[in-house]
């Protein structure tokens, strides 16, 4: 019997010789599991998945008052639960350690090995790895959406259809801002009106346009646009189609014909339009013309529409231009 115990005894201390020395061999020590640091880490986690939820879901609904500051805050708090977490696995779950000299740059085999073999044996003081990867796959997902989502108000891609959308028929009078409508008697050259569709919304993209008078001898209007401006009143668009901004300068020559000839001017980044020509670009960064409205006058001396815009109102995004 005292013989069984004696080789027990021995197997016993063979078995732990040999895993000390295989603790010996490790290149990281192995690292107690810290089940309450692993739990604070998908804590931060979800919070920063949930923050970066909230920035889509703040972006989306764009009737929430202070909305800027509201985007701010979500993504700033999921940006600083992201870095809490970070830091919380480097501090409490990964192992330390001790070096007394930097590491060699990886040139040889060996050395490259034992880099992997660090990296390898990190992950034992992780208890829920699993979780913790999707806790991390969902954070890194959520966060690449609200970075993502500002993307959407560059315009549609495909569906373009409702930028064709007007307001703008045939015979629909044109009103002032004050809600009377515009007699062709009352365009003076060298001046600068601002018109919209009767009863209907005003804050449609395609409903404001701007009217001006130019002598008739001057216009140079494409093809198949005869009889659009009738004793030299034309109408135009008053979004621009830069980047959507108002059509709000007329330059009108006083001294002719030193200065330059009348044209459209957009404030903002001072995209020039020629609206003797059909809108087309003179200067700046204007991708096309200013689509023309077509005018008519009635029998009472009105102005109205005699159809839809040249072509489609608003910024050129890619889809606009490609259609």
């Given at each position: 019997?005292?013989?069984?115990?004696?080789?027990?005894?021995?197997?016993?201390?063979?078995?732990?010789?040999?895993?000390?020395?295989?603790?010996?061999?490790?290149?990281?020590?192995?690292?107690?599991?810290?089940?309450?640091?692993?739990?604070?880490?998908?804590?931060?986690?979800?919070?920063?998945?949930?923050?970066?939820?909230?920035?889509?879901?703040?972006?989306?609904?764009?009737?929430?008052?202070?909305?800027?500051?509201?985007?701010?805050?979500?993504?700033?708090?999921?940006?600083?639960?992201?870095?809490?977490?970070?830091?919380?696995?480097?501090?409490?779950?990964?192992?330390?350690?001790?070096?007394?000299?930097?590491?060699?740059?990886?040139?040889?085999?060996?050395?490259?090995?034992?880099?992997?073999?660090?990296?390898?044996?990190?992950?034992?003081?992780?208890?829920?790895?699993?979780?913790?990867?999707?806790?991390?796959?969902?954070?890194?997902?959520?966060?690449?959406?609200?970075?993502?989502?500002?993307?959407?108000?560059?315009?549609?891609?495909?569906?373009?259809?409702?930028?064709?959308?007007?307001?703008?028929?045939?015979?629909?009078?044109?009103?002032?801002?004050?809600?009377?409508?515009?007699?062709?008697?009352?365009?003076?050259?060298?001046?600068?009106?601002?018109?919209?569709?009767?009863?209907?919304?005003?804050?449609?993209?395609?409903?404001?346009?701007?009217?001006?008078?130019?002598?008739?001898?001057?216009?140079?209007?494409?093809?198949?646009?005869?009889?659009?401006a009738p004793h030299g009143i034309l109408a135009y668009s008053k979004v621009c189609t830069h980047a959507g901004c108002a059509i709000a300068l007329y330059r009108a020559p006083l001294y002719e014909p030193r200065e330059p000839k009348p044209a459209l001017v957009c404030p903002c980044h001072y995209s020039t339009f020629d609206p003797a020509a059909g809108g087309t670009v003179l200067f700046g960064p204007a991708g096309r013309p200013l689509p023309q409205l077509p005018l008519l006058i009635d029998g009472a001396g009105h102005l109205r529409?005699?159809?839809?815009?040249?072509?489609?109102?608003?910024?050129?995004?890619?889809?606009?231009?490609?259609?």
């Open positions: 019997m005292s013989r069984v115990r004696a080789l027990f005894a021995a197997l016993l201390f063979l078995l732990g010789l040999r895993r000390a020395v295989a603790e010996r061999r490790r290149v990281v020590p192995r690292g107690r599991p810290s089940p309450r640091a692993e739990a604070v880490v998908l804590a931060l986690l979800g919070l920063a998945t949930l923050c970066s939820a909230g920035f889509v879901a703040v972006y989306a609904l764009d009737r929430i008052p202070r909305q800027t500051q509201f985007l701010g805050l979500t993504l700033g708090l999921a940006l600083a639960f992201l870095a809490a977490a970070c830091v919380v696995v480097a501090r409490r779950v990964l192992p330390d350690e001790e070096v007394a000299h930097d590491y060699p740059p990886p040139a040889h085999e060996r050395e490259r090995e034992e880099v992997v073999r660090i990296v390898e044996e990190s992950k034992d003081a992780f208890t829920r790895r699993r979780l913790l990867g999707l806790a991390a796959g969902g954070a890194g997902a959520a966060l690449g959406a609200a970075l993502i989502t500002p993307v959407v108000s560059l315009g549609p891609f495909l569906d373009t259809d409702r930028l064709r959308a007007s307001p703008w028929s045939r015979g629909r009078r044109l009103v002032g801002e004050d809600g009377r409508p515009l007699r062709a008697g009352d365009i003076g050259f060298k001046e600068f009106y601002t018109a919209y569709p009767e009863g209907a919304d005003r804050e449609q993209v395609a409903a404001p346009v701007v009217v001006v008078r130019l002598p008739p001898s001057a216009l140079r209007l494409p093809d198949g646009r005869t009889g659009w529409a005699a159809g839809g815009f040249s072509g489609p109102v608003g910024p050129s995004w890619w889809g606009v231009r490609m259609k």
